[in-house]
């Protein structure tokens, strides 16, 4: 079993920063990718940023130059920097871990984007 746990949402105002951090434990042998994504109200689940183990990195375009996504292999974490915050940005962003035959989610944090 693997436990995902979040933290760092809250409400910033437009143009304002905030950085999430998820912390994975249990049996996390095989790990092949961490990453984020979000929902906002009405919409579906969607990849904001995903990490391979390697290093490699890939990002929606709505986050592209805004945000960056990094890990810790050895404490098994993944980060996300974001930046340049919107209105739209508004949703709550789920921790994901990436196995070869499935993957595990983390229950969500709010992020809140308003003046």
């Known amino acids: 079993q693997v436990h995902l746990v979040e933290s760092g949402g809250g409400l910033v105002q437009p143009g304002g920063s905030l950085r999430l951090s998820c912390a994975a434990s249990?049996?996390?042998?095989?790990?092949?990718?961490m990453g984020w994504y979000r929902q906002a109200p009405g919409k579906q689940r969607e990849l904001v940023a995903r990490?391979?183990?390697?290093?490699?990195?890939n990002y929606a375009d709505s986050v592209k130059g805004r945000f960056t996504i990094s890990s810790d292999n050895a404490k098994n974490m993944v980060s996300l920097q974001m930046g340049s915050l919107k209105a739209e940005d508004t949703a709550v962003y789920y921790c994901?871990?990436?196995?070869?035959?499935?993957?595990?989610w983390g229950q969500g944090t709010q992020v809140t984007v308003s003046s």
């Open positions: 990490i391979t183990r390697a290093g490699d990195t």
């Open positions: 249990g049996s996390l042998l095989g790990i092949a990718a």
């Open positions: 994901y871990v990436d196995f070869p035959k499935r993957g595990y």
